[in-house]
C-alpha cells in the first residue's frame, strides 16, 4: 500500500522540521526545570502528611503534564499545518500525485506519518514527566496510560482538524484558523470550569460549545481526571488549576473520535476533488 | 466517456474534446488529439494556451471539466496506466533534504517498484542523466539544470512506456539540451511515446514526429512535422533589371512576396498598382548591382521551374535561386499570428 510509503516519509520529513528541533529543545529545558523543581518541592513535602504529599504530588504532575499536552498540541498544529496547501504551493505535489496511487493515500500517509511522530513525542514526554513525579515524589497517578493515551488523543484531533484545512486554506491562514479553534477550546473550558465553580450554567453551556466545535481541551480534562489522586473526598482547592472535578462524559470519547474521522475523511474527499 | 475505437489499441494517448474551465476562464477549450504508441509529440503553443492544463488533466492533477481521454487504451486516472507513466513537471520542485538517491528510491517506492529492483535502476537513472557522481548529494545543492537532470531520472526511473516531459530543457545549458535530445532519442528507439511540451521550437523541431500547435486552449494546427514543414516553401531569387511586370507576375506565384533591400524588407502586394510596382522596381534597380533579394513563401514546389522562367522572360537577370523549407518557429509564429 502506498500510503504507508507516504507515512514513512512523512515520519521523516516531519522529523526533521525546524518546529520539531524547537520543541525537542523546549521540551528538553522544560523537563530539565521540572525535574530540578520536582526535586526540591519533594523535598520540602516530606514533612507534610501523606494526604497532603500525595495531593502535591498530583498537582506537580497535573502541570508538568497540563504543559506537556499543550505542546503536543501546538505541535501537532504546526508540522502538519502547511502539509497539503505548502506542498501545492511548492509544486512538490506535481510529481507524487501523477504516481500510481489514490489522492487519499496521500492524505491517510501523511496523517499517520505525523500522528505517529505525535504519539511517540506524547508518550516519551508524558512518561519523563510521570516518571519524575514517581521518582521524586513516589506518586503514580491511578490511570497512566489511558490518560495519555488520551492525550496522544487529543494530538491526533488537532492534526486531523489542521489537515483539513491544509486541504483548502492556505498555510497561513490555516495556521491561524487552527490555532484560533485551539484557542477557543482553551478559553472554553476555563469558562466552563469558572461556570461549574459558580454554578453558572450559561457559562457552562459556552463550554460544552466550545468543547463540540472543538473538543481538545475536553479530551484534556478526561486525561487529566485520570491523573488525579484516589481520595474519598476532593476539592476544587485540592486538584488546582489544571483539571477539573467533573470529568466530561465518556461519551465525549466518542465525539471526538468522529471528529477526528470526519475530518480525515473530509480531508481525503476535499484533496480528491482539488485541481492542483 | 467515448468508447474507445478498435485502432485506439496502437494508440498512446487519445482525447475527444478535453475541456478545462476554470470559472469563466477557458483553459482548454476543445482538445482531440491522438499520439501513437513510440511516436515523440510536440506539443507547442505559446504562454497561457493550455499546454501545462492538458498536460496536467493527463497526469490527473487537474480534473477535465469536459470530453474524455484515454491513456493506453485506459480512462484517465487508471493505477494500471499510471504504473506505466513517467512525468517530469514543469516546475521541478522536489523534496530537497533528500540526496539523489534516497529522492529516486521514495519515488521508485510510489511506482511499486521492489527493493531489488530499485537497486539496479537508480544508479543506471543516474548515469542516463549525468548525475553518478553527485548520487549522494542532498537535492538542495543542486543547480536548476541539475534538479531538471533528477526530475527526469524520476521520470524514467520504472522504464515507463510514455513519458509526459513539460518543458525539460528550460533550466539546462546547451550540453544539457543536447543530452536531453539523446535520451528522448533513445526513448523513442526504444518504442517509448514522449509527449513533449516545450518553447524551445528548434529542439522540438529536432526529435519530434508529429506536433500539435495550441492557442487559446484550442488546437490550430497538427500533423507530422515533416508534411507540416513541407506544406511552405521560401524561395529565394536573387534578379537584376526588375521590372514592374516581374514583381507583378512574381507576387501572383506565392502567398508572399519580399523585396530585401540593404536597409528593410519591402512587401510587395499581388494587387499593387502600377505606379507602386514601378516605384519598387526603381528601388530594386537603385541598390543593387548583383541582383536584388526576393522572397517568396510558395505552397507547391512544383511552381519554382515557373517561377525561374517568369524571371527570364520578363527580362530578368537571374543570378541565383534557391529554397528551404520553413522553420517550425515560422510556421508557430504563422499559425498563432493568424489566429489572433
Known amino acids: 500500500m502506498k500510503a504507508q510509503v507516504i507515512a514513512r516519509f512523512t515520519f521523516r520529513e516531519a522529523a526533521r522540521k525546524k518546529v520539531l528541533f524547537g520543541a525537542i529543545a523546549l521540551t528538553v529545558a522544560f523537563v530539565s526545570l521540572f525535574?530540578?523543581?520536582?526535586?526540591?518541592?519533594?523535598?520540602?513535602?516530606?514533612?507534610?502528611?501523606?494526604?497532603?504529599?500525595?495531593?502535591a504530588a498530583s498537582q506537580i504532575l497535573l502541570a508538568g503534564l497540563y504543559v506537556t499536552n499543550f505542546i503536543s498540541g501546538l505541535l501537532a498544529i504546526f508540522t502538519s499545518v502547511g502539509t497539503i496547501s505548502g506542498e501545492?504551493?511548492?509544486?512538490?505535489?506535481?510529481?507524487?500525485?501523477?504516481?500510481?496511487l489514490r489522492r487519499w493515500e496521500i492524505v491517510a500517509g501523511k496523517w499517520v506519518g505525523y500522528a505517529a511522530m505525535l504519539v511517540v513525542y506524547v508518550f516519551v514526554t508524558s512518561w519523563?514527566?510521570?516518571?519524575l513525579v514517581y521518582l521524586f515524589g513516589d506518586y503514580l497517578p491511578p490511570r497512566p496510560w489511558e490518560s495519555v493515551m488520551v492525550m496522544?488523543?487529543?494530538?491526533?484531533?488537532?492534526?486531523?482538524?489542521?489537515?483539513?484545512?491544509?486541504?483548502?486554506?492556505?498555510?497561513?491562514?490555516?495556521?491561524?484558523?487552527?490555532?484560533?479553534?485551539?484557542?477557543?477550546?482553551?478559553?472554553?473550558?476555563?469558562?466552563?470550569?469558572?461556570?461549574?465553580?459558580?454554578?453558572?450554567?450559561?457559562?457552562?453551556?459556552?463550554?460544552?460549545?466550545?468543547?463540540?466545535?472543538?473538543?481538545?481541551?475536553?479530551?484534556?480534562?478526561?486525561?487529566?481526571?485520570?491523573?488525579?489522586?484516589?481520595?474519598?473526598?476532593?476539592?476544587?482547592?485540592?486538584?488546582?488549576?489544571?483539571?477539573?472535578?467533573?470529568?466530561?462524559?465518556?461519551?465525549?470519547?466518542?465525539?471526538?473520535?468522529?471528529y477526528m474521522l470526519f475530518a480525515v475523511g473530509a480531508s481525503m474527499l476535499i484533496f480528491r476533488r482539488r485541481d492542483l | 466517456m467515448l468508447?474507445?475505437?478498435?485502432?485506439?489499441?496502437?494508440?498512446?494517448?487519445?482525447?475527444y474534446g478535453l475541456r478545462k474551465v476554470y470559472g469563466k476562464k477557458i483553459a482548454v477549450e476543445d482538445l482531440t488529439i491522438s499520439v501513437g504508441v513510440g511516436e515523440v509529440f510536440g506539443f507547442l503553443g505559446p504562454n497561457g494556451a493550455g499546454k501545462t492544463t492538458a498536460i496536467k488533466m493527463f497526469m490527473g492533477l487537474v480534473s477535465p471539466t469536459g470530453g474524455s481521454a484515454l491513456l493506453l487504451g485506459q480512462p484517465l486516472g487508471d493505477l494500471k496506466v499510471k504504473e506505466h507513466i513517467g512525468f517530469l513537471p514543469e516546475q521541478f520542485r522536489f523534496h530537497d533534504w533528500l540526496n539523489a538517491e534516497e529522492f529516486l528510491h521514495f519515488h521508485g517506492q510510489l511506482y511499486g517498484m521492489s527493493l531489488e529492483r530499485r537497486r539496479q535502476r537508480v544508479p543506471q537513472v543516474l548515469e542516463v542523466v549525468g548525475l553518478s557522481a553527485q548520487a549522494h548529494d542532498?537535492?538542495?545543492?543542486?543547480?536548476?539544470?541539475?534538479?531538471?537532470?533528477?526530475?527526469?531520472?524520476?521520470?524514467?526511473?520504472?522504464?515507463?512506456?510514455?513519458?509526459?516531459?513539460?518543458?525539460?530543457?528550460?533550466?539546462?545549458?546547451?550540453?544539457?539540451?543536447?543530452?536531453?535530445?539523446?535520451?528522448?532519442?533513445?526513448?523513442?528507439?526504444?518504442?517509448?511515446t514522449v509527449f513533449l511540451n516545450s518553447h524551445l521550437l528548434s529542439e522540438v523541431e529536432l526529435v519530434c514526429d508529429r506536433v500539435a500547435i495550441i492557442n487559446k486552449g484550442r488546437i490550430i494546427r497538427a500533423g507530422l512535422l515533416e508534411d507540416l514543414l513541407s506544406e511552405k516553401l521560401e524561395l529565394q531569387l536573387r534578379v537584376g533589371n526588375v521590372t514592374p511586370a516581374l514583381?507583378?507576375?512574381?507576387?501572383?506565384?506565392?502567398?508572399?512576396?519580399?523585396?530585401?533591400?540593404?536597409?528593410?524588407?519591402?512587401?510587395?502586394?499581388?494587387?499593387?498598382?502600377?505606379?507602386?510596382?514601378?516605384?519598387?522596381?526603381?528601388?530594386?534597380?537603385?541598390?543593387?548591382?548583383?541582383?536584388?533579394?526576393?522572397?517568396?513563401?510558395?505552397?507547391?514546389?512544383?511552381?519554382?521551374?515557373?517561377i525561374a522562367e517568369a524571371a527570364v522572360t520578363n527580362q530578368g537577370k537571374l543570378y541565383g535561386l534557391s529554397y528551404r523549407h520553413v522553420s517550425l518557429e515560422e510556421l508557430f509564429v504563422e499559425a498563432v499570428e493568424g489566429e489572433e
Open chain 1, 35 to 55: 525535574g530540578v523543581g520536582a526535586y526540591f518541592a519533594f523535598r520540602d513535602l516530606a514533612r507534610q502528611a501523606p494526604t497532603m504529599q500525595e495531593i
Open chain 1, 88 to 100: 501545492v504551493a511548492e509544486g512538490t505535489l506535481d510529481a507524487i500525485v501523477p504516481k500510481p
Open chain 1, 128 to 131: 519523563l514527566v510521570i516518571g
Open chain 1, 152 to 258: 496522544a488523543f487529543q494530538a491526533l484531533v488537532l492534526l486531523s482538524l489542521s489537515l483539513l484545512g491544509s486541504t483548502f486554506l492556505s498555510t497561513v491562514t490555516n495556521g491561524i484558523a487552527v490555532l484560533m479553534f485551539y484557542a477557543i477550546a482553551l478559553v472554553g473550558g476555563m469558562v466552563e470550569q469558572i461556570g461549574s465553580l459558580l454554578n453558572n450554567g450559561t457559562m457552562e453551556n459556552i463550554g460544552i460549545i466550545s468543547s463540540l466545535i472543538i473538543p481538545s481541551d475536553t479530551l484534556w480534562k478526561m486525561a487529566s481526571h485520570w491523573l488525579q489522586p484516589k481520595l474519598p473526598s476532593l476539592t476544587a482547592e485540592m486538584i488546582g488549576p489544571f483539571t477539573s472535578l467533573n470529568p466530561p462524559s465518556v461519551w465525549m470519547l466518542v465525539y471526538a473520535a468522529f
Open chain 2, 3 to 15: 468508447r474507445p475505437l478498435k485502432d485506439e489499441d496502437a494508440l498512446a494517448i487519445a482525447t
Open chain 2, 138 to 192: 542532498k537535492l538542495h545543492t543542486f543547480s536548476k539544470g541539475m534538479l531538471q537532470r533528477i526530475g527526469l531520472a524520476q521520470a524514467l526511473l520504472h522504464e515507463p512506456s510514455i513519458v509526459f516531459l513539460d518543458e525539460p530543457t528550460s533550466g539546462l545549458d546547451p550540453l544539457g539540451r543536447r543530452h536531453v535530445r539523446d535520451i528522448i532519442r533513445d526513448l523513442k528507439a526504444n518504442n517509448v
Open chain 2, 247 to 306: 514583381l507583378q507576375e512574381l507576387a501572383g506565384f506565392g502567398s508572399s512576396l519580399t523585396i530585401e533591400t540593404a536597409y528593410d524588407r519591402v512587401p510587395v502586394d499581388g494587387a499593387a498598382t502600377a505606379g507602386r510596382l514601378e516605384e519598387l522596381s526603381q528601388l530594386c534597380n537603385s541598390i543593387a548591382t548583383d541582383g536584388t533579394l526576393l522572397t517568396l513563401r510558395l505552397e507547391n514546389p512544383d511552381r519554382v521551374p515557373l
